[in-house]
Structures are given as C-alpha cells and as structure tokens.
C-alpha cells in the first residue's frame, strides 16, 4: 500500500521489464534473509551428513522406531543428510514435501509465496491436507508398506 494524500491506494505490480526491475530490487532488498536462511539450512545439512557419517544415531520418528510405520515426515533427516552429502536427487527421493518445504523456508523472504497468502484458508488446507497425505503414501511406498 502506498500513501498518496489522504487515501491509501494498493500497489499493482507493473508490466514488462519495469515489473521485472521491480521484482529483481525487491530480490536485492530481502537478499541478506535468503542468504542467512541458505546459510543455516547448508549448516543443518553438513552437521547431520557428519553426525550420520560419524556416529549413526539410527531411527529418530518416535512413531517407526515404536511401530515400525513411518509418518509423513519420515526421511526429514535424511533430506539434510542427503543435501549435506550432496545428493539432491537421493534428498528429494527421501521426503519430496520436507525438500519443497525447506526452499519454500529459505525463499521466503523474497515473497515468492505472496500467492499463498492470496488463497482461502480452505484452499492452504486442501493443499497442505493433500502434501500431507501423498508424503505419507510416499513414505509407505517407501518402507514397503504399500507396492505401486
């Protein structure tokens, strides 16, 4: 919202090149929040690809290690031992919605999800109930608990 005399008037993003101007100073301006997200997300990532490499701490999801089932964040840790090893694609294999969760964390400051704020609270739901669900059959595929 930009102040103009007495009213308030919304800000309409801009066409063509001075809209991607506008978009790449927004970018610059929150670039310091991605750098230091980035920057704690690579510290996460190489500390648990050393601790694994070290010392093997085993099955940390309370529900596997005591039911054997795995839940829908199970391989969360194996995502940041994965990227610390550098192994994207064996990260995105272990839990593709912590992966898609953890950039989404780091991007933030860029407001790249401002359209996620636009949806109804009913629609995140939906999305999220849904991410939840297919993470939660991908980590049953996973394990072997489901075959297809």
């Known amino acids: 919202m930009m102040p103009t005399g007495n009213t308030i008037q919304a800000a309409v993003p801009r066409p063509g090149i001075v809209g991607w101007i506008d978009k790449a100073l927004a970018f610059a301006s929150h670039g310091p929040g991605v750098v230091l997200r980035a920057a704690a997300v690579a510290a996460a990532a190489l500390g648990a690809a050393w601790i ?23 391989g969360g840790t194996t995502v940041f031992i994965e990227l610390g090893s550098g192994d994207l694609l064996g990260a995105l ?16 400051p860029v407001r790249l999800g401002d359209f996620w704020w636009r949806l109804s609270s009913r629609a995140r739901n939906w999305i999220l109930g849904t991410a939840v669900a297919l993470a939660w059959l991908w980590q049953l595929h996973r394990f072997g608990f489901l075959r297809f």
Do not use: I
């Open 52 to 74: 694994h490499q070290h010392h093997d701490p085993g099955v940390l999801c309370l529900l596997r290690r005591f039911t054997g089932v795995p839940c829908p964040f199970c």
């Open 93 to 108: 294999a272990a839990n593709p919605v912590v992966l898609l969760g953890t950039f989404g964390v780091v991007a933030a």
